[in-house]
């Protein structure tokens, strides 16, 4: 692994530049190219550290962008690449480590354990390396800003969409990491706690020197976007 370089406590350091090579869903390959996109059958470089929109209608594959870019779905032509090197070219433990330490995701499903308690669902993300990067009183910090702290012992099943939704953002941002992969992370909120959730996204990006990749339906203007994309 030459681009990787062991550290105590924070096993691989990238620079995850994430850099696509003409794009394209196999299942969605005449209905993307027949419309023009940003993204899709083209060269794009996700500059790390930048804050990046891609604006895109229902069902032109935001999700499926998102699951290329965490490298958990592959029916595509063309290539991903992280540091210049695919994707699919990194071993398993070293793809698994990148997710723990490099990169983050909140997907539109929310993946809430239903089994678990809403403080479950986050403590199971903060201690899966050994030296958590957040204490637990940062996580309570953070439950108090985006005013889920009532729902924290709630069992998983029980939390509705808007709260699912505010504790995978939390479980989220208790890892370190490059970048923060969003598909439409603030669907389920109101304008308030969508801009409080912004918020605290965009200091402990920036706490970081990390920069995000947000899908969304619609324009906003939650964040100072470096970059924005059309899919
Ligand atoms: N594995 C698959 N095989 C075939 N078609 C698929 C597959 N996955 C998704 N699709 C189709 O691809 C299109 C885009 O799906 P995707 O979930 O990426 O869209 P989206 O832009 O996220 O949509 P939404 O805004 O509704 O969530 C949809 O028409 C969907 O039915």
Known sequence: MARLRKKPGFLYITVMQIQLENLVPVPLRDKVLQRSSDIWNREVTFTPGHFVKIKAPSGT???????????????????????????????????????????????????????????????????????PYCTTEKVKEMAARLNVTHVLSQSGKTLSYGERQRIAIIRALVQPFKWLIMDEPFSHLDNENAQRAADLIGEECRARGAGFILTDLDNDTRFAYDTHYNL
């Open 61 to 131: 594959g935001k999700t499926t962008l998102i699951h290329y870019l965490y490298h958990i779905r592959y029916d595509y032509t063309g290539q991903v690449l992280v540091d210049g090197r695919l994707w699919q070219s990194y071993n398993k433990e070293v793809i698994a480590t990148m997710r723990q330490q490099q990169v983050s995701v909140i997907f539109q499903d929310l993946r809430i354990f239903e089994q678990l308690t809403a403080e479950e669902n986050i403590e199971l993300k903060r201690v899966m390396i050994s030296q």
